[in-house]
């Protein structure tokens, strides 16, 4: 409802058009009356009123000195301005406030009523206009994080973007950062899932200081910080996100730190991150690792291996073992395009194997260590390929079939669940996955779909329509409310009802008919 203040100086004025308008007919609502532009501007102050009434001529304060200075304190608020044939000139000059409807003296309830109409209507728009806006800036702030982090995703992986692509971004997500930058890269040794990258993430962004950016790539975790001025410092909460991170989810976090750098350099610093992430088996898992600490730079570089290991190692831990080939393949055409030397592709092999082996059985780490100096020994690239590639289906195909028992497990603890909640109104994928079973909705919707074929809201609908006839023929007088409420519709049977009548081919009421004269 749209407030209403009325003024004029003539009481019979006054109370003749709040009595003969139907103010709620038109979705308004009358909260004063004033017989002075005074009064008139002392009620707009106290009850803001959306549309004000008012004659030209008043006492104390004329109707467009009431205009003017409501302009000035409540530009939103619109103005029905009542005038004499002799002051409809004078009038006139209210339209720079914004004031269009003027009755002319003396007026009717036709008239009032089709002024009031159309500025509410206006109202409804200016309304209905912002609320859109507001909206969209919510939404907005809401991706904004996803997008940053999208942005700094691309920045470090994407060959073809510079300093003027940064300006760009800079300008257009509001940067305001323009220093000397570090990456830092983050690896969980073990198997690990979405909340455990989420999970480094959240804890490194709150132990850190300066941090500019975040994201996961692959199954890293990327964060950029402002270069800080004691390194000593830096490494102390680097040990203190590991060992945080150690003490809720028992698992140990690889970090590669990289050389402080300009922000245009970012994808050059992730290359060296990765680089030390590399190293890591010869320096054992676990710890924080700089350029310093490996021995590339002690040896001359002969070419350079443009290959991202999770594209192998991620299609082999889920048991993927078509594209884990393809990817192996890709791996193999790499090291051909580098001619490194000898040694130096036996590393990357090597180190190749060993991340592989980290995705297969734990009881035999022994034995495929003992493989190692077998790999050593192989003295053509074809032979290195073909060791790999048992060693890729071997695991692949053990994951494949350890992710089907755990998958399915998973989702035989979803099915059990919707059968337990069907009454809960507030059961859906988003409930399950972090209040029941503390997952990533988006994958387990995905898990949920693959193993039952349906959606997890279309199933919980058809579960709900099942129980529902179960009910009806345990209690043929139910009430349809009652349905609702017991279902999980909370106080809507007519939704119910429709979606009774989608799942079942009638209403409610229809199937109860149906039931009781199958009854004789």
Same mark, same amino acid.
């Given at each position: ?29 009358l ?7 005074i ?80 500025i ?16 969209m ?7 904004m ?8 995703k ?30 830092i ?23 850190l200081?300066?941090?500019l ?52 350099r970012a ?21 924080i ?10 040896q001359p ?25 393809q ?11 580098a ?21 297969? =059985?734990p $009881?035999?780490? !022994? ?7 077998q790999?050593? &020994? #192989?003295?053509?690239?074809? /032979? ?19 992710n ?14 919707? =059968?337990q $909640?069907?009454? !809960? ?9 972090? &209040? #029941?079973?503390?997952?990533? /909705? ?8 693959k ?25 043929? =007088? ?12 909370g106080?809507?049977?007519q ?9 079942i ?16």
């Amino acid at each position: 409802m749209y407030k209403v203040l009325l003024a004029d100086d003539e009481r019979i004025i006054l109370d003749g058009i709040s009595s003969m308008i139907d103010w709620a007919q038109h979705r308004t609502v009358l909260v004063g009356l004033a017989q002075n532009g005074i009064d008139a501007y002392e009620q707009i102050v106290r009850h803001a009123p959306d549309i004000v009434i008012s004659d030209i001529r008043m006492p104390g304060m004329d109707g467009l000195e009431l205009v003017a200075k409501t302009h000035a304190s409540h530009p939103r608020t619109r103005f029905i301005i009542l005038s004499g044939f002799g002051e409809f000139d004078y009038a006139n000059r209210a339209m720079q406030y914004g004031v269009k409807h003027y009755l002319l003296k003396p007026t009717n309830e036709t008239r009032i009523a089709q002024a009031l109409e159309k500025i509410v209507a206006e109202l409804d728009r200016e309304s209905s206009r912002e609320a859109f806006l507001q909206n969209m800036k919510l939404r907005l702030q809401k991706m904004m994080p996803h997008v940053k982090e999208q942005v700094l995703k691309e920045f470090v992986t994407n060959k073809t973007y510079g300093s003027r692509d940064w300006d760009d971004y800079r300008s257009l997500f509001q940067f305001e950062f323009d220093v000397r930058v570090r990456l830092i890269l983050f690896q969980i040794e073990g198997e690990a899932e979405y909340e455990h990258l989420f999970a480094v993430k959240n804890i490194a962004e709150d132990i850190l200081e300066k941090t500019l950016l975040g994201t996961t790539i692959g199954s890293h975790v990327l964060v950029l910080i402002e270069d800080p001025d004691d390194p000593d410092a830096l490494y102390r909460r680097l040990g203190d996100i590991r060992a945080t991170f150690a003490q809720y989810y028992k698992m140990d976090v690889t970090i590669a730190l990289s050389s402080p750098g300009e922000i245009v350099r970012a994808r050059s610093l992730y290359q060296e991150t990765l680089q030390c992430l590399n190293y890591r088996f010869y320096l054992d898992e676990g710890g924080i690792i700089t350029s310093k600490d490996t021995f590339s730079s002690a040896q001359p570089s002969q070419g350079t291996l443009d290959f991202d290991e999770d594209r192998l190692l991620m299609p082999v831990r889920s048991g993927h073992l078509e594209e884990a080939e393809q990817a192996l393949d890709s791996f193999f055409d790499a090291l051909k395009r580098a001619q490194l030397d000898i040694g130096m592709t036996k590393s990357y092999a090597i180190q190749l194997f060993i991340a592989l082996t980290r995705l297969g =059985d734990p $009881q035999r780490m !022994n034995e495929h260590y003992k493989q190692i100096p077998q790999l050593v &020994e #192989m003295n053509t690239l074809q /032979a290195m390929k073909d060791f790999l590639g048992q060693t890729v289906r071997d695991i692949a195909k053990r994951n494949y079939e350890q992710n089907v028992v755990k998958h399915t497990s998973i989702v035989r603890k979803v099915l059990d669940i919707i =059968d337990q $909640q069907l009454g !809960n109104a507030n059961l859906s994928l988003n409930f399950v996955a972090s &209040e #029941m079973l503390y997952m990533n /909705a988006d994958y387990l919707g995905k898990l949920f779909k693959k193993e039952t074929g349906e959606k997890f809201s279309n199933y919980v609908m058809k579960a709900r329509m099942k129980r529902a006839t179960e009910m009806i023929a345990e209690q043929p =007088d139910i009430k349809i409310f009652e349905l609702a409420e017991r279902l999980g519709f909370g106080d809507n049977p007519q939704y119910f009802s429709q979606v009774f009548k989608k799942q079942i081919g009638c209403t409610p009421s229809e199937y109860m008919k149906q039931s009781d004269s199958s009854a004789f």
